[in-house]
């Protein structure tokens, strides 16, 4: 079988996602054509004018992120029309299970040809359930569909596990003083400032980071779902769920990802790829795998799928030196850590998605892209990505620094 590396790894600061947000005057393929240029500068013309592919994740694919986001993004990057584009849909995860197509693409083409996967996501052109999907707010056809808005069944995970809002508030605010102190030392060479239509910079660092945040002052945010459950979908979760008698709403606002603009891609391929570009490798893909869940309790399949993988592996999560654990909400951090105990100076040690946002098709390939970097920077050689999706969608990889 053939092995599939990652050869460099990048991606954009996350602007919030407002119209004076530090990226909302990039279109989503001007955003992801800068990308490309700065591994392009960093691994050379021929390394990406020979790419076989570019796999593109992106949730809302309606109106600026319409169309045919990858090959839109291919004709503006001015790479080679022999270069395969394709874009996916697979919620929060589509960044890394873009980054496992191109993977999977690698060993079955056993070819001297690198590709390109990643993911691009401009909330503030395109805001979240922006595609107005008919049962988004149709409570009759979602209690037939099983669907519940994403916040709500991190609720729900919270009702089930008897979480309390001080220990969301706790893993919130330690998201945002790591990500903070992390900003402050430097070196995060994976970040890539992004230029305006001047060329001048336009973001050079995530923008929705606090640096003064703490458990006290997050104790002033009142939990903010209870009346979009009470329109319908209290009632599906409790359907599905007749253990429980209510639904106990304790996130507030500040224990959700922020919503922002931001793109991520990795440079993968077989070793004769990289060898053929003159350029080395920095890690390998040792395993990836996806995984559904309940689609009401559906923050729980990117757990589901890293115990497929540390099952298929062997591996045991003391066995990581990093692991880059989505933050899809407060909920699923306090989870990990109860459940199962990870070394916290190995999680998400320079923040996560709660302090520097979530942008959507982007987040899985900024979690690989840290990953990689990361390593690097540490020392470390093994590494662990988790990624959770809405209605049940969740993947793990694991990759190994060479």
Known sequence: MTDTYIYDAVRSPRGKAKEDGGLAALKPHELTGQIIAALEARNGTDALQRAAGLTLGCVGQVG????????????HAGLPSSVRALTINNYCVSGLTAVGL??????????????????VEMMSAVPFMGDK????????TA?????????????LMATMEGFTKEELDTVTARSHQRAAAARE???????????DAEGQTALAHDESVRAGTTVEGLARFAPAFAEMGAA???AVMLKARPELKEISHVHSVANCPPVCDGAALALVGSKAAGEAAGIKPKARIRAFTEASADPVLQLTAGFAAMDQLLARTGLKLSDFDRIEFMEAFAATPVKFER??????DRVNPEGGHLAMGHPMGASGGILLATMVAGLERSGGSLGLVVAHGGSGVGSAMVVERV
């Open 339 to 344: 459940d199962y105990a990870p070394d916290l």
């Open 185 to 195: 030392k430097g070196g995060l060479d994976e970040v890539i400032a992004i230029k």
């Open 102 to 119: 191109a993977a999977n693409e690698t060993m079955a083409a056993d070819d001297d040809r690198l590709r390109l996967a990643g993911g």
């Open 143 to 155: 209690s037939a569909l099983r669907y519940v808005p994403v916040v709500l069944s991190a609720d």
């Open 64 to 75: 600026a992120q319409g169309g045919h986001l990858a090959l839109v993004t291919r004709m």
């Open 133 to 140: 999907a008919f049962y988004y707010a149709d409570p009759k």
């Open 232 to 234: 319908g979908f209290d």
